[in-house]
DNA sequence: TTTTGTTGTAACCATTGACATTACATCCAT
DNA sequence: ATGGATGTAATGTCAATGGTTACAACAAAA
């Protein structure tokens, strides 16, 4: 099962952000011209953005603010921001094992101390990275291009 | 998105074979017994971990046998075996960005070694669980239930 | 104050994947 | 041969993803 693409459509929104702020307006139109998907899907995204504080989206006349400093927004804030996953276990467990069976009552003691240690270290590496790292990186690639 | 209940369960079934295969036969009713599930769902995890050959499934009479020393085995060949992921990537791009805009054009030469460096992490983290640490672990586990 | 352009959302729809279930052909040791 | 297994096709249900249309709410500018 892969993670969703809304997560890479996230970073793709603030990173056009970044890039085209300055001398266009960033409406949700534009957005999706970028990505090649509709408005309404760049919408809720930007909605579920917005639920986690992470940025302003102004009614009426359009316009996107990025609420705190680009370095101390991480991929993380992002993905959680984004994936909806319950309780926030990484790894989905079969319901209700059988607990008559020694294996099965004792699965998750055996398990779960495991599978978070190795999502953790996925969501460690994804604090590494910060919005700047997506403006600097995309400055550089789009200087290199002329 | 969560990472499918096959990868859990399937490593539910390998800690069954070790605990139980000395005193009884393991088949896929007994698996799906411990596992609270159907057999035809064991028998199609068994047939990925077969065809990763990790395992021989005896027709007819039933029984499977691991094909390899369990310190070998690592979690992450379980979830490879499992996880049927497009050409392995973890994360997942919205297709075909827009190509006329400088962001769509290169969001993936922004993104790629970043999400590959954090699925990475996890891949690598996966590979310090073997399947002997589940035979070790769930033994433990009951010597401490009586 | 009306117009214009935008966001917020509801209401659908199609497709896909996960998981479940039934049914039956196939296999193999006894 | 037969009894107990596996292999697998066919089908169903459910939830999530991604898309689309439509329209109300809103705010700035004409």
Request: hydrophobic fraction near 40%; charge should be negative.
């Amino acid at each position: 099962m892969q993670i969703s693409s809304r997560f890479t459509v996230a970073l793709h929104i603030f990173t056009c952000l970044e890039v085209f702020k300055e001398n266009n307006k960033v409406t949700s139109d534009f957005l999706a011209g970028s990505i090649n998907t509709n408005p309404v899907i760049i919408r809720k995204i930007l909605a579920q953005l917005k639920n986690a504080g992470l940025i302003t989206v102004a009614r009426g006349t359009g316009g996107i603010t990025v609420n705190r400093p680009l370095e101390e927004i991480t991929f993380y804030e992002v993905y959680q921001a984004i994936e909806p996953i319950e309780n926030g276990d990484l790894f989905h467990f079969h319901e209700a094992p059988n607990p008559e069976c020694p294996v099965g009552r004792n699965i998750h003691s055996l398990l779960d101390s495991k599978l978070k240690a190795i999502q953790n270290s996925m969501e460690d590496e994804m604090r590494k990275y910060t919005l700047a790292d997506l403006k600097i990186g995309m400055q550089d690639i789009l200087a290199k291009e002329i």
